[in-house]
């Protein structure tokens, strides 16, 4: 630390990059796929058999409304797996459906 700097300075968080369908995605270090989605504004990224939109609910690993793939591998709870660098996540549907959402049928 210089002497110029306050002792108190906080450092600024680090950020995590990662992709959403492609897109960027970017977080603070730490933070999960899920908060990653919501601090990008989206609310939903997957359906259910009925075609309602699904996102983040219980935020704990319980409900497993927030399933996405990730890498590759689907089924995972975007509430408990923390972003990482280079991640790629995908929107996933219920097992053995293809259909998938896009944020205006989202926020309806
Ligand atoms: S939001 Fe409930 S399991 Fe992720």
């Given at each position: 630390?210089?002497?110029?700097?306050?002792?108190?300075?906080?450092?600024?968080?680090?950020?995590?990059?990662?992709?959403?369908?492609?897109?960027?995605?970017?977080a603070e270090a730490g933070a999960?796929?899920?908060?990653?989605?919501?601090?990008?504004?989206?609310?939903?990224?997957?359906?259910t058999r009925e075609g309602r939109?699904?996102?983040?609910?219980?935020?704990?690993?319980?409900?497993?409304?927030?399933?996405?793939?990730?890498?590759?591998?689907?089924?995972q709870r975007a509430c408990m797996?923390?972003?990482?660098?280079?991640?790629?996540?995908?929107?996933?549907?219920?097992?053995?459906?293809?259909?998938?959402?896009?944020?205006?049928?989202?926020?309806?």
């Amino acid at each position: 630390m210089s002497s110029s700097e306050p002792r108190d300075a906080v450092p600024a968080p680090s950020r995590v990059r990662a992709a959403f369908e492609g897109e960027p995605l970017e977080a603070e270090a730490g933070a999960s796929v899920a908060a990653a989605l919501i601090g990008e504004g989206r609310q939903a990224w997957r359906t259910t058999r009925e075609g309602r939109p699904r996102g983040l609910f219980c935020g704990i690993g319980v409900c497993y409304d927030c399933l996405v793939e990730i890498d590759g591998e689907s089924g995972q709870r975007a509430c408990m797996i923390p972003l990482r660098d280079g991640m790629e996540v995908r929107r996933t549907g219920v097992p053995g459906d293809a259909r998938t959402i896009d944020d205006e049928e989202a926020s309806r």
